[in-house]
C-alpha cells in the first residue's frame, strides 16, 4: 500500500466519512510492501484465509531471502517458501536461522506455531506410487504448515488395488482427500467411486513417453467418470493442500 | 449385484461369520441392476454421497429412460439425467410425466424431494459473460436438486471488474464458490485473489480461435497463481456442482 | 496378382525350378484383385490369417458394393465390411440379398460359416459405460464372424468398482480381455491389475471438453501403470477384436 | 495386507466360513508389505501372472534396493528393476552381489531360476534401426527373465526392406512378435501385413525435430492399416515383453 | 499492375534508362489485375513457372467465376478451380459452358490446351487405400492440366505390400513419384527405400481416432527413414502435382 | 452499479468526503446495469476509451436484442454486435429498425454517429487472399465505427509479392497497419520488414489440414522475425481494429 | 547491397532517370554488407524505423562480435545484442571495451545517445510476478535504448489485485503498456479492463506442468476478453518494447 | 543378404531359370552385411540411387566406426555419418584416418571421389538468418559429396527482403532451391512465389516460446500459399539435400 492511499484513508477517517473500525480493515485489506522486484502482499491472508507463500522458482536467493523477512515482520504465521533447491536454503539459512528445510518436498519454512489444531477433522493424501512421494510430501508438508492435521499412504495404485482397499477406512473419515498419481492418473477415479469427502486430484510427472510431463495423468483426472474430484496443475502439491486446508477449515469452523 | 453375490452374503450371515448389520450394509455397498446394456449402480449414494446421475449424451433415449426408472425404482432422491437434448425428454416424458427439463441446463430431472435444507449454507456461481450461462445453469440446477441453496451472478468478468467487486460481498458468505469462464478464463484466479471459501473452476467452450474449445480457459485455471483453485473439465457444470455440493454438505454436517 | 506375374510363376515351374507345391503357395500368397479403384488383397488370409476386411468409411457405396463381390467370389469366409452407414446396406442389399447389417456396431456382413469353432477358448469384452456400447459391439461382431465364443459385459466402469468385481471371475477365464473405456479409460489399468490374461485396451470418443475425442483415454492406456495391456486406436473395436482373436487362435491351435 | 485383514480372514477360517485353501488364496491374494514409502505388491503374481517389477525412475537408490530385498523375500522368481541407471546398480551391488545389470537395457535383475521353459514357444523382437536398440534389449531381456524363449533381429527398417524378408520366416514362427521402431515408425504395419502372429509395437523415441520424442511412431503404430497390431508406450520395452510373455504363456499352457 | 507503375515503366523506356526488351519483361513480370476483392496474377507463370490456380475454398461463386474470366482473358493456358463444390461448378458453366468438373478431384477446369508433350517423361501416383482416391485425383488432374503425362496406381497399401511390388516396375521409370497416404501413412517411406526419383509425400485426412485428421500419417512422412522424401500439406494433391510438373519439366527441358 | 453503491457515494458526497466532480466520475466509472442475465457495462468507454460491443456468439437473440437495446439507453455512440449471424439480425431489426448489418464481417450495428473525425490519420487494412476478406471486413467496419478513416487492401500474399509492393505507399501512410492472413501467415513478416507503423497481424481459419484452423498463420505470427508486430486471436478483426483505433487515437490526440 | 546493384542505380543517375535524391534514397533504402555468415542490414532503420538487432541466440560469439562492429561501423545508434551470455559478453568486450552488459535482460549493448527524448511520453510495463522479471527487463533496457522513457512496476499479479490499484494512476499516463506474466496470465485481461492505451502482452514462461512454457499465458492473452490486447511471443519482452516503441514515436512525431 | 539366399540365385542360375545378368542384378539388389547390432544395407544406392548413409545420433562411437568400414568395403563411394559429434570423429580417426569432420554441419565423411560433375546443374541453398547456417551446412556438405555443384546464400530472411532479392538471379538459375529456416518460415514462400525451380523446405529449430522447436516454421512451409514447395523434417538438412541431389540428377541425365 502506497503512503498516498495510507493518507488517503486516514484523511477519510479523520473527515468523519469512515469510522475507526473501517479504517483500520480498508489498511489491513489493501497493505503491501513494495520492494522494488516484489510487493511482498501483507494482506493476503486477510483477504484469502492464507498469508502469502513464495513461489522460489525463479526468484534469485537474494530475493527469496528479502521476501521471506518481509513476511516474517509482517505476521506471526508460519512462513514457506516452495520450490526451493538446497542452495537457496543454505543461503538463507545464514541470515534465518530458525529456517528449516523438507528437502522432499522442495521448501524451506519458517515454524512459528507448531499446534494442529484439531485432531478430529484431517486431510488425506495417497499416492499411487512411491515415485510420486516428493509432490505429495509438498501437499503434506505444506497442509501441516497451515495447521492440519494429514496423514499420507504411499504407493496405493491401481496395479494392486487391495493396498488401496487397505487403506479405505482411513481416507473415509477425512475431511479432504488428496490423490497423487503420475502416469494414467487411474487413482482418483477410483477413490472417487469409494468414498464421499470431496477429492483433490493432483497429476505428477511421474512417467515416459506419453505421460507427457503429466499430462495423461491430468486428462485422466479432468475426465475423472466419478464425480466429486477436481483437478490442480501437475505436480501442484501446495495448491492440492491449500484447496484442502479450506475445506478442512470449514469444517471445523462450523463445528 | 448378482444372485450368487447376495446369496453369499446371506450364507455368510446365516453362519454366523456377518451379523445382520454387516450383511445388510455389504448388500447396501455392493448393489447394481444389471440391464445388459447398463448396471445401475443402487449403491453409489452409500458409497459416494450422491446417487447416480445419468450422462445422456451417447445413450439412446430408450436407454435414458430405462435407466431412469431404474433409479426411481431404487432410490426416493431427486433423479436426473445430464447432456440430454429436448427430443429425449419429450421420448421420456410420455412414460414418465413427472419429469421436467432444465433446456438451459439440458438435465431432465425429477424432483422428489424439494427441500432447501439450510438456507445459511451456500453455494455462490459466478459467470464471466452471459454465452456461459448454460453451463452455469447445468452448476446451479444440479446443486439445488442435491439440496443446496445456490445463488447465480452472470456476466462479472474482467474487461468490467467492478460487476465482479459488487458481487463479492455475496461471495464471500459462501461455503464454496463456483467460477464459470470461457475464453482466457482470468476470473477464476481474480476471485481466487478475493475470497477465503475454496474455489472451483469451470472452463467452458466459449470463444473462438486459439480458445481451442476452452482449453486456453482450462490451463488458465490450473496455472491459477491464487490458490486455492481446484479445476473440472471444460462445461462440465455438474461435476463442479457435486464437488462443491460435499463440501458445502461438510459446513452442514460439522453445525 | 498380375498376369505377367502369374506367367513368370508358370514357367519357372515349368522349367523345374518350382515345384508344384511351391507355385501353387506363391500364386496363393501373391494374389490380388485389381479393380482400378482398389487392389482386392487376395492372399491376405494366406499370410496374415485372416481376410481382408473392407474400411468402408470414405468409400462410395459402389465401390464397397464391388469389393465385397470381389471377396464373395475369392473366398469361403464371412466378409465384413465396417464404419458402413445405414445408406450403403441398403444400397449392397439389392444386389447382395444375404448380406446382414448390425447397425450398433456399423458392419455390413455376409455370413457363411457360422460355427463357433471352440466355446472353451474365449474372448471376453468389457465397457466402462453404456456409451461405449457401439465400439464394444464393433468388438464383439468381429470376434463372432471370426470364429470365436465372445462375452460382453456392460458398464463396470471404475466409479462403481463393485460392478466390475462381480464380473471378474467370467474375465478371469477368458484368454484375451478387450477393456472398451472413454473419459479417463481408468478401468484399463484397473482390469490391468486384477487378470492374468493379456488385455486389449480400446479408448472411446466418449466424453467431452478436455477428453479430446479420446485422447485422454488414449494416453491412459498407454501410460498404464499395469502391464500386459497394449492399446488400439480410439474407437478401434474392430482392431482390438482381430488382436483378440489372434491370440485366441493361438490358445486353440496349441490344444 | 494389514495385521487386521490377516486376522480377519483367520477368524473366519476359524469359524467355518472359509476353508483352509480358501483361506491361504485369500491371504496369496492381498498380500504386500508396508514400507512406509512403499507398498510392495507380493501378491500381484497370484493375481496378474507375474511378479511386481520395480520402476525404479524416480525412485531413491535407497528405495530401489529396499524394494529390491522385500520382493526377494517375498518370492523365488526372478527380480528386475527398470530404469535404473549404473549408480543405483552400483549402490544395490554392495548388499546385493548376486544382483547383475545389463546396461544397455538398463535393467538391474536377480536371477534366480534360469532356465528357459519351452524353446518352441518364442518370442521375436524385430528393430527398424540400431539406434532402437536399448529399447529392445529391455524387451529381450524382460521376456527372458519371465522364461521365455527370445530371438533379437536388429536393423530392419523399411529404407532396405529387403533385410526384414529375410527374417520373415523366424518371424512366422514366433508365437508374438515385438516390432521396436522410431521415426516414422512404418516397420508395425509392413511386419503386420506379412505374418499371423500378434503384433506388439513399440514407439521409440529414436528422431528429432517432428518425431517429438516418439509421438510420431506412436500415432503411426496405433493408426495401422494392418489389423492385428496392438501399441505400448513410447520406449516402453518392459511392458511389450510383458504382453508377448502373457501370449506365449498361453500358447504353453495349452499344449 | 497499377497504372501508375505501368506509366514509370514506359517513361523509363521512353528516356533510354530501359530498352524495349527489358520493358516488356518488367510490365509481364509484374502484372497483376485489381478487382477489389482480389488481385489475379497475370504474372505468375511468368515468375513461378505455372499460371495463377484458384483455390475457390472460401471464395462466393461469384468470386470464383469472376477470377476465372481474369484469368482466362490474360492467358491462353489451362485454367483450374480447386477445392469446389458441384454448386460452384453449376453457377460456373451458366457464363463458362466450356467449364468442365472433376467431382473426385473437385476441381473445375477450362481446358484450352489438351496434349500431353510429352510422353516419355512421366509422374507416378500410388495411393494406399481406395478412400485416398479423392486427392490422389486432385494431383492426377492437375498434373495432366499442367500437361504431364501421368499415372495413377490404386491401392498398394503395406497391409498387402505385393500390390506395391507388381508395380514397382511402372513407378521406377517416372521422373517423380507422388505417394498418396493416410492412417499410419507408412507407403511413402516404403517406396521411397525402393526407388530412386523424388518422392513427393501426401499425407491424407483418411483414418479415425488418432489419425487426427492426417496428422499421424503427415509426421510418418516427415520422419520417413528412406531420404529423398518430402511432404507436402494434408490432402495437398494439387501442390504435390505442381511439384512433380516442376522436376518432370527440368527433366524434359534438359533433353 | 448496485443501487447500494450508488447510494454509498451519494452519502459520502453529502459528508463531504467526496466532492460533485469526484462523485459524479464515480459513478460514472462503475455504473452496469444488472439484467440477470447480463451486467451490461455503461462504463467501459469512460475506463478503456470504448464503449462495450456485443460478442453475440452463444447468446440467444433475445439476450442480444436486450443488451442492444440497454447500451442504446445509456450512450450516444455507435453500438455493434459481433459474431451475429442473419437470423438474430432479423429478430433485432423488428424492435430497432435503425440496426444496419454488415453480412460479410457479420455485424449488426447501429449508426449514431456517421463523420470519420479525422482523414489524414489512417488505418490501413491488407489481406494476403480474397479467403482472408470476412476477417478483414469484421475489422474495416469496427475501426469505421470507432470514427477512423480505414483503407482495405485485398489479395497481396507472397505468392505474388508484387501486388504487395504497389500498395506499399499507402500501408507507408497509416499510423497502424492490420495485416490478415491464412494458411502460413508470411504476409505480416513481410510487411513488418518493409514499414515503421505498428503492425496488429491477424491469423485466420483460411486454409486446411496442417493450417490446424489458423494455427499455423498464430504461430507464424508470434515468431515473426520482423519486431513491431504483435498479434490477436484467430479470426479477431474486432480486436485488431480496436487495438488500431487505440494507436491511432493516440496520433490523432498529440496533434 | 552488392556492387552490380550499386553500379545499377549509379548508371541510371547518370543517365538521368534518377535524380540525385532518389539515388540516395534508394542506396540507403536496400544497403546491406555481406559477410557470407551474415547479410547485416544497414538500411533497416531507414525502412522499418528501428536499426537491425541482433539475436545473439544459435550464433557463435565470433559472429556475433562481427556483427556487432559492422552495424557499429554503418550507423550512428545504439547497438544490441539480444539473448546473450555472459561468455558471448566477456568475448565482445575485449575488442569492443565501450560495449556494456544488462545481465538481467541478457543484453549486450554498445550505448552511442543517451538522451531519453521526451519525458512526457513514456512506456509502462507491469509485471505479475518477480520471476517475470527478466523478460520484463529485457523490455524495458530494449526501451530505453531505442530513446523512450520507460517505468517497470513489478509483482502486481492478480492473486493480490490491490496492488495493481496501486499502480493504475501511472499506468493510466503511459501511451503504451506491456504486460509481463506467466502462469495463467490473467493481468493482461485485467489491465486491458482498466485503462485506455493500447496494451502488448508478453506471456513469460514462467510457471510449471501444464503452463506449458508459457503457453497457458500465451493463449489467455490471445482469447482477452478485453479488446485493445495484442500480443508478443513467449519471453519477447524485445518485441514488444519495439511494438511500444513504434506506438510513443507515433505520439510523440504527432505533437 | 544370408548366405542361403545367395545360394538360392546360385542355384537358380546353374539351373538355367535366371541368367548370369539376372543373377549378378539379384545379389546386388539385396545384399547386407549382418553385424548383429546392425544391417548394413551394400545395395541401397542400387535401389535408390545412393549409397546407405549413417545416422549416428544413438549409436554409440564403436557402432559408428564398424557401420563405416562396412561401408568403405562395399562401395567405393563417399562415406557419410551425419548427426555425429566430435567425440565419435576423434574416435572414428583414429581407425580412419583418412575421415574428415565438418563440426558446423556435424558430419563425419570419407571422401573417396571428389569431383563436381557438372558446374552447370547446381543446388542453391538459402538461408533466413546465421542462426540457421549449422543445418544449412548439413545440406551443403551433403549435396557435396554427392557430386553436386551447390552455393550456400546466407541471412535472406524477409526482415530484409532486399538482401533475397540481390540473390535471386543467382536463385533462379538453379535445378533446385533448399530454403533453409526457423522462426516463422516465412522465407520459403516468398521464394516460392518468386522462382520457377521446385523448392525444397527445411524448417529449423532456432526460435523460442511460440516456434516450439521449429513446428512453426514446419506448419509455415507445409501451408505455403505458393505451389511448388515441398517440406522435410525439422532441422533435416541431409534429407533436403538427398532430395534435391535426385532431382538435380534428372536433369543432368537427361541433357
Known sequence: MTEEKIREFLRRYKAGSLDEEETAAAIRK?????MGFAAVDHSREERQGIAEVIYAAGKTKEQTLKIMKSLIAG??????????DGETYEFVKKELPQAQYDDEARIIYVERENKILDEENRIAIVTAGTSDLPV????????????????????CGVAGIHRLFNRLDALQKANAVIVVAGMEGALASVVGGLIKAPIIAVPTSVGYGASFGGVSALLSMLNSCAAGVATVNIDNGFGAAVMAHKINLLAKKKQ
Open 136 to 155: 505429495a510430501k509438498e501437499a503434506w508438508r505444506t497442509a501441516t504448515l497451515l495447521g492440519n492435521a494429514a496423514d499420507l499412504f504411499c504407493d
Open 30 to 34: 489493501f497493505s503491501f510492501e513494495d
Open 75 to 84: 505476521s506471526d504465521k508460519n512462513i514457506m517458501a516452495t520450490r526451493a
